[in-house]
């Protein structure tokens, strides 16, 4: 049984879907909602703008 992207809750006569590219081809994924479809929106955007700004540590040198 297909299922929803975002809730994983069962598809019913309302399915959307969208071809998202995962960074190596594109993926068809398959939402129950609008509200599903934006959440993951949401997700994948935040996701991708946060994407190695934690790894970044200034250095500072040491005073003598």
Known sequence: MKRCAQCHGKLGL???SRKVWNGR???LVRYCSAHCE???KLERHNARANHGRHAFIART????
């Open 14 to 16: 309302g399915v959307r």
């Open 61 to 64: 040198s040491p005073q003598s």
């Open 25 to 27: 081809w594109w993926v």
């Open 38 to 40: 934006a959440v993951h």
